[in-house]
Protein backbone atom coordinates (compact mmCIF):
# COMPACT_ATOMS: atom_id res chain seq x y z
CA UNK A 1 0.00 0.00 0.00
CA UNK A 2 1.44 3.43 -1.09
CA UNK A 3 0.73 6.25 1.19
CA UNK A 4 2.02 9.38 1.06
CA UNK A 5 2.05 13.05 3.87
CA UNK A 6 1.43 16.23 2.28
CA UNK A 7 1.10 19.79 4.33
CA UNK A 8 2.66 22.98 4.08
CA UNK A 9 6.04 24.15 5.71
CA UNK A 10 6.05 24.06 9.51
CA UNK A 11 2.96 21.61 9.31
CA UNK A 12 4.63 19.48 11.70
CA UNK A 13 4.06 16.14 9.04
CA UNK A 14 7.64 14.89 9.64
CA UNK A 15 7.72 14.67 12.81
CA UNK A 16 4.10 13.07 13.26
CA UNK A 17 4.81 10.26 11.21
CA UNK A 18 8.18 9.29 12.57
CA UNK A 19 6.80 6.96 14.97
CA UNK A 20 4.20 5.26 12.48
CA UNK A 21 7.20 3.04 11.02
CA UNK A 22 7.63 1.08 14.88
CA UNK A 23 3.72 1.35 15.21
CA UNK A 24 2.99 -0.76 11.95
CA UNK A 25 5.85 -2.72 12.63
CA UNK A 26 4.48 -4.27 15.65
CA UNK A 27 1.51 -4.80 13.92
CA UNK A 28 3.29 -6.87 11.72
CA UNK A 29 3.40 -4.85 8.57
CA UNK A 30 7.09 -4.03 6.47
CA UNK A 31 7.21 -0.78 6.54
CA UNK A 32 9.52 1.69 4.23
CA UNK A 33 9.57 5.66 5.29
CA UNK A 34 11.06 7.81 2.31
CA UNK A 35 10.58 11.29 1.37
CA UNK A 36 10.56 13.80 -1.72
CA UNK A 37 12.64 15.79 -3.13
CA UNK A 38 14.66 12.71 -2.61
CA UNK A 39 14.40 9.07 -1.48
CA UNK A 40 17.19 8.16 -3.46
CA UNK A 41 20.67 9.26 -5.12
CA UNK A 42 20.03 11.17 -7.83
CA UNK A 43 16.95 12.33 -6.35
CA UNK A 44 18.36 13.50 -3.49
CA UNK A 45 21.27 15.27 -5.54
CA UNK A 46 18.02 16.87 -7.81
CA UNK A 47 16.90 18.23 -4.01
CA UNK A 48 20.06 19.77 -3.92
CA UNK A 49 20.21 21.73 -6.96
CA UNK A 50 16.08 22.24 -6.17
CA UNK A 51 16.62 24.23 -3.08
CA UNK A 52 20.29 25.47 -3.39
CA UNK A 53 20.09 29.30 -2.94
CA UNK A 54 21.64 29.35 -6.62
CA UNK A 55 17.92 28.34 -8.28
CA UNK A 56 16.83 30.96 -6.24
CA UNK A 57 14.78 32.55 -9.55
CA UNK A 58 14.32 29.50 -11.63
CA UNK A 59 11.94 28.83 -14.46
CA UNK A 60 8.56 27.50 -12.82
CA UNK A 61 8.74 24.98 -15.06
CA UNK A 62 12.38 23.99 -14.72
CA UNK A 63 11.17 23.84 -11.08
CA UNK A 64 8.50 21.61 -11.77
CA UNK A 65 10.27 19.41 -13.96
CA UNK A 66 13.24 18.51 -11.59
CA UNK A 67 10.47 18.06 -8.70
CA UNK A 68 9.09 15.71 -11.26
CA UNK A 69 12.15 13.76 -12.59
CA UNK A 70 13.43 13.48 -9.09
CA UNK A 71 10.00 11.69 -8.40
CA UNK A 72 10.13 9.26 -11.76
CA UNK A 73 13.72 8.24 -10.06
CA UNK A 74 12.33 7.72 -6.75
CA UNK A 75 9.56 5.59 -7.95
CA UNK A 76 11.56 3.24 -10.00
CA UNK A 77 14.03 2.94 -7.91
CA UNK A 78 12.31 2.72 -4.63
CA UNK A 79 8.86 3.00 -4.56
CA UNK A 80 7.35 0.44 -6.87
CA UNK A 81 10.48 -2.00 -6.24
CA UNK A 82 9.08 -1.76 -2.04
CA UNK A 83 5.43 -1.93 -3.09
CA UNK A 84 6.04 -5.32 -4.68
CA UNK A 85 8.16 -6.85 -1.84
CA UNK A 86 4.78 -6.17 -0.16
CA UNK A 87 6.25 -3.00 1.74
CA UNK A 88 3.54 -0.15 3.25
CA UNK A 89 5.35 2.81 1.92
CA UNK A 90 5.05 6.05 3.50
CA UNK A 91 6.38 9.07 1.51
CA UNK A 92 6.77 12.57 3.22
CA UNK A 93 5.82 14.81 0.20
CA UNK A 94 4.87 13.35 -3.34
CA UNK A 95 2.63 14.76 -6.81
CA UNK A 96 0.39 16.95 -4.48
CA UNK A 97 3.27 19.06 -3.66
CA UNK A 98 4.00 19.98 -7.58
CA UNK A 99 -0.05 20.64 -7.93
CA UNK A 100 0.22 22.82 -4.84
CA UNK A 101 3.47 24.90 -5.04
CA UNK A 102 4.77 24.62 -8.74
CA UNK A 103 0.81 24.33 -9.91
CA UNK A 104 -0.73 26.95 -8.27
CA UNK A 105 1.98 29.01 -6.27
CA UNK A 106 3.95 29.40 -8.80
CA UNK A 107 0.92 29.52 -11.33
CA UNK A 108 1.41 27.29 -14.16
CA UNK A 109 -2.23 25.68 -13.62
CA UNK A 110 -3.15 22.63 -11.05
CA UNK A 111 -4.31 20.91 -14.62
CA UNK A 112 -1.70 21.12 -16.48
CA UNK A 113 1.13 20.09 -14.26
CA UNK A 114 -1.34 17.10 -13.53
CA UNK A 115 -1.39 16.07 -16.72
CA UNK A 116 2.22 15.59 -17.26
CA UNK A 117 2.67 13.49 -13.85
CA UNK A 118 -0.12 11.31 -15.00
CA UNK A 119 2.11 10.43 -18.13
CA UNK A 120 5.28 10.39 -16.09
CA UNK A 121 3.67 8.57 -12.71
CA UNK A 122 2.28 5.67 -15.15
CA UNK A 123 -0.74 4.64 -12.64
CA UNK A 124 2.15 5.07 -9.45
CA UNK A 125 -0.63 6.94 -7.69
CA UNK A 126 -1.13 6.63 -3.85
CA UNK A 127 -4.07 4.74 -2.07
CA UNK A 128 -4.14 7.37 0.65
CA UNK A 129 -2.81 10.85 1.11
CA UNK A 130 -3.02 12.59 4.69
CA UNK A 131 -3.03 16.00 4.11
CA UNK A 132 -1.97 17.78 7.60
CA UNK A 133 -4.02 21.40 7.15
CA UNK A 134 -2.08 24.26 9.60
CA UNK A 135 -3.74 27.82 9.74
CA UNK A 136 -0.86 29.82 8.21
CA UNK A 137 0.09 32.26 11.76
CA UNK A 138 0.59 29.06 12.98
CA UNK A 139 2.77 27.57 9.89
CA UNK A 140 4.85 30.90 9.94
CA UNK A 141 5.63 30.73 13.87
CA UNK A 142 6.89 27.08 13.36
CA UNK A 143 9.26 27.68 10.66
CA UNK A 144 10.85 31.18 11.84
CA UNK A 145 11.27 28.89 15.31
CA UNK A 146 13.87 27.34 13.19
CA UNK A 147 15.59 29.44 11.13
CA UNK A 148 18.42 27.55 10.14
CA UNK A 149 16.12 24.85 8.39
CA UNK A 150 14.28 27.39 6.21
CA UNK A 151 14.57 26.04 2.47
CA UNK A 152 14.39 28.79 -0.48
CA UNK A 153 10.83 27.63 -0.68
CA UNK A 154 10.06 28.69 3.47
CA UNK A 155 11.52 32.45 2.51
CA UNK A 156 8.94 32.66 -0.27
CA UNK A 157 6.36 35.57 0.82
CA UNK A 158 3.00 35.17 2.49
CA UNK A 159 0.84 35.29 -1.04
CA UNK A 160 3.22 32.31 -2.63
CA UNK A 161 1.96 30.50 1.12
CA UNK A 162 -1.47 31.62 0.88
CA UNK A 163 -1.51 29.98 -2.77
CA UNK A 164 0.36 26.87 -1.92
CA UNK A 165 -2.69 26.18 0.75
CA UNK A 166 -5.48 26.97 -1.54
CA UNK A 167 -3.20 24.75 -4.21
CA UNK A 168 -4.23 21.98 -1.12
CA UNK A 169 -7.84 22.94 -0.32
CA UNK A 170 -8.31 22.64 -4.10
CA UNK A 171 -7.07 19.09 -4.31
CA UNK A 172 -8.75 17.71 -1.21
CA UNK A 173 -12.15 19.05 -2.74
CA UNK A 174 -11.25 17.15 -6.00
CA UNK A 175 -9.78 13.80 -4.52
CA UNK A 176 -11.61 13.54 -1.43
CA UNK A 177 -11.53 9.45 -1.45
CA UNK A 178 -7.75 9.53 -1.83
CA UNK A 179 -6.98 12.96 0.29
CA UNK A 180 -7.54 12.80 4.23
CA UNK A 181 -7.75 15.86 6.08
CA UNK A 182 -5.72 16.20 9.51
CA UNK A 183 -6.44 19.39 11.71
CA UNK A 184 -2.42 20.17 12.48
CA UNK A 185 -2.90 22.60 14.52
CA UNK A 186 -3.95 20.46 16.98
CA UNK A 187 -1.19 18.92 19.54
CA UNK A 188 1.80 16.77 18.31
CA UNK A 189 0.31 13.84 20.03
CA UNK A 190 -3.60 14.45 19.10
CA UNK A 191 -1.83 14.31 15.90
CA UNK A 192 0.45 11.46 16.02
CA UNK A 193 -2.98 9.32 17.53
CA UNK A 194 -5.22 10.40 14.51
CA UNK A 195 -2.49 9.74 11.73
CA UNK A 196 -1.78 6.84 13.52
CA UNK A 197 -5.39 5.54 13.67
CA UNK A 198 -6.58 6.73 9.45
CA UNK A 199 -3.33 4.50 8.44
CA UNK A 200 -4.25 1.48 10.34
CA UNK A 201 -8.14 1.60 9.15
CA UNK A 202 -6.63 1.67 5.65
CA UNK A 203 -4.45 -0.60 5.82
CA UNK A 204 -6.97 -2.47 7.23
CA UNK A 205 -9.47 -2.33 4.35
CA UNK A 206 -7.09 -2.54 1.82
CA UNK A 207 -6.04 -5.96 2.77
CA UNK A 208 -9.54 -7.19 2.59
CA UNK A 209 -10.10 -5.32 -0.80
CA UNK A 210 -6.26 -7.13 -1.86
P1 LIG B 1 10.58 19.39 2.66
O1 LIG B 1 11.03 20.62 3.41
O2 LIG B 1 9.24 18.89 3.04
O3 LIG B 1 11.63 18.34 2.60
O4 LIG B 1 10.38 19.87 1.12
C1 LIG B 1 11.28 20.70 0.48
C2 LIG B 1 10.57 21.87 -0.16
O5 LIG B 1 10.22 21.53 -1.50
C3 LIG B 1 9.30 22.32 0.53
O6 LIG B 1 9.37 23.73 0.67
C4 LIG B 1 8.20 21.97 -0.42
C5 LIG B 1 8.88 21.96 -1.76
N1 LIG B 1 8.31 21.07 -2.77
C6 LIG B 1 7.77 21.63 -3.93
O7 LIG B 1 7.73 22.85 -4.08
N2 LIG B 1 7.30 20.77 -4.89
C7 LIG B 1 7.38 19.41 -4.79
O8 LIG B 1 6.95 18.67 -5.69
C8 LIG B 1 7.95 18.85 -3.57
C9 LIG B 1 8.03 17.37 -3.41
C10 LIG B 1 8.39 19.73 -2.60
Not at 77 to 87: I, M, N, R, T
Request: proline share 3%; charged share 30%; hydrophobic share 40%.
Amino acid sequence: MFITIEGMDGSGKTTAIAPIKECLESLGYKVLLTREPGGHKVSEEIRKVILADYSEGMHPWTEALLYIASRKEHIDKVVVPALQQGYVVISDRFMDSTSAYQGNARGLGIAKVNEIQEIVLDGCIPDLTIYFDLNMEEAERRINKRPELKNRLDRENLDFKLKVKDGYDQLVKSFPNRIKVIDANLGIEEVQQQTKKIIVEAIEKWKVQT
